[in-house]
């Protein structure tokens, strides 16, 4: 499925680009990021529909399976990212707590699954707060990771290469491979909070459900980094007045430290790789 889905993304998302594009519908660039990233204005966002629907069509078929609460999880969060992609369209996207509020009401829900067939801890509500955070922290850090053209799409997919036994994640990581194809430098589209949030909230679902919650911050190293580099820049800034970093979240400091965007996306993917390499020897094998 992984071929199939990778085809049938890579057309979903090159016609999605396509449209946008004729449409005249674009990305705002932050302006307090790297000037580098100015001239990325108006390239089109929210490919995340696309892949997911290329993902979705093929695992429906296939027949859905156990991981089920998995995707329903993950699209969720997919569309939750974007009705805030579509209200930053028109100037109004979710406000944080709206945001919060939502993820952790579908988080909670899947949890109610999840401690049926998992357990963490000798107490149902400490693993309800485990998978929670897990669910709620890995759908923002992959957020905070999609910040540049094929990182948080490279990542994932080595993230959830351990799983490609489990039909959810083979489609994923085709879709994935469809979407690169058009997100490569220099982007065509962005994935968008539509693909960022899902992509969180499917990684953490699957390691969730496959008993492996312990190993996410170790095999999603560099979504951890990522979000944490945001965190210590904010507290280190609101003590001292200075920055820590040249700008967070993490990649954005090693553009302004000289690295090219190309350079980043690669080491990143790489330190990616080797962390969850390391991940499943830890657990003892990739099944």
Known sequence: MVAAAAVLSWFLVGLQAALMRGLGVGKTVRSDGPESHLAKTGT?????????????????TAGAGPLAPVFLL?????LLGLADDLG?????????REKLALQLLMALVFAGFAV???SYTPWTALDYALIVAAVVGAAN?????????????????VILLPFLHLPLAQVFVGAL??????NAPK??????????????????GIFVLEGKAWYLPLAAAVPVLEVVSVVVQVVWFRRTGRRLLRMAPLHHHFELSGWSE??????????????????????????
Request: no cysteine; hydrophobic share 55%; charged share 10%.
């Open 141 to 157: 850090a992959f957020n905070f990771t999609d910040g540049l053209d094929g990182l948080a799409a490279g990542v994932t997919a």
């Open 74 to 78: 993950a699209a969720g969060y997919g």
């Open 177 to 182: 491979l469809g979407f690169l194809w058009h």
């Open 262 to 287: 190309a350079k980043v996306v690669f080491r990143f993917v790489v330190v990616t790789a080797v962390a969850t390499a390391l991940a499943v020897q830890l657990w003892g094998g990739g099944g």
């Open 116 to 118: 049926r067939s998992v």
């Open 88 to 96: 930053g369209l028109y100037g109004r996207p979710l406000k944080a």
């Open 187 to 204: 982007a065509r589209i962005f994935m968008g909070d539509a693909g960022s949030q899902l992509l969180g909230a499917l990684v953490a």
């Open 44 to 60: 089109p966002s929210m490919g995340g529909v696309a892949f997911t629907i290329a993902a979705a069509l093929l695992y429906l």
